[in-house]
């Protein structure tokens, strides 16, 4: 397998074809979950090739977004499907790269390790000091595709959010989830303010 081809490939797909609107699900989404893959599995000891599939998995985990909104994992395991075999890579491989991407689908639902892995790296940033950047990038490609309107409403389901999401690796649940409890209280507080 070629992971670096299929990388390569992915990277400008993404740059060409995400939508200008997509200020959250953008590319720099996608470099960041990469980056928190390798850093959770590093800390989770996931070496060898469960460590590429997890990278390759990260790299095309919001894929569908170059085509659709809704059920985007799906398009993005057809993506993968239709492409990682010109990169080498065997039916097992992509069959459990699907397994993690569609582990990633709110609720999120990993049945395995390395799925467990790329949920809590898509959802770092919830735990995170850049928290308040970030969503921001969210709130702003919800406004656009007319999903809320008001900070209020975003605030709102920020809260319903934070109080259902889960971490599921040691690493998160340790490092993540204290900082993420910090970030709920201070939305809760936001909204006790701004009635």
């Known amino acids: 397998m070629d992971p670096q081809a299929a990388r390569a490939f992915i990277l400008g797909k993404l740059r060409e074809e995400l939508p200008v609107a997509r200020t959250y699900h953008s590319l720099e989404h996608t470099l960041d979950v990469y980056a928190s893959v390798v850093d959770i599995a590093e800390k989770e000891n996931v070496t060898g090739e469960g460590l590429i ?3 390759v998995a ?3 985990h ?3 977004f170059t085509e659709q909104d809704l059920d985007h994992e799906e398009v993005g395991c057809r993506i993968v499907r239709a492409k990682l075999p010109e990169f080498g890579f ?3 491989q992509i069959k459990l790269i699907c397994e993690m991407i569609l582990a990633t689908r709110i609720p999120q639902s990993p049945r395995n390790k390395l799925a467990r892995i790329l949920c809590d790296a898509d ?3 919830l735990g995170r000091s850049d928290f308040q950047l970030i969503g921001s990038a969210l709130f702003k490609e919800m406004v656009h595709y007319g999903v809320l309107r008001t900070e209020r409403d975003w605030n709102e389901l920020q809260v319903r959010f934070l109080e259902r999401h889960k971490y599921f690796t040691v690493t998160n649940k ?3 989830e204290p900082v993420k409890q910090e970030h709920l209280l201070a939305v ?3 909204l006790r303010i701004n009635p």
């Open 53 to 55: 599939l997890l990278k």
């Open 58 to 60: 990260a790299l095309y």
């Open 62 to 64: 919001d894929a569908g």
């Open 90 to 92: 065997d039916p097992d």
């Open 123 to 125: 959802l770092d940033y």
């Open 174 to 176: 340790t490092v993540r």
């Open 188 to 190: 809760k507080e936001w």
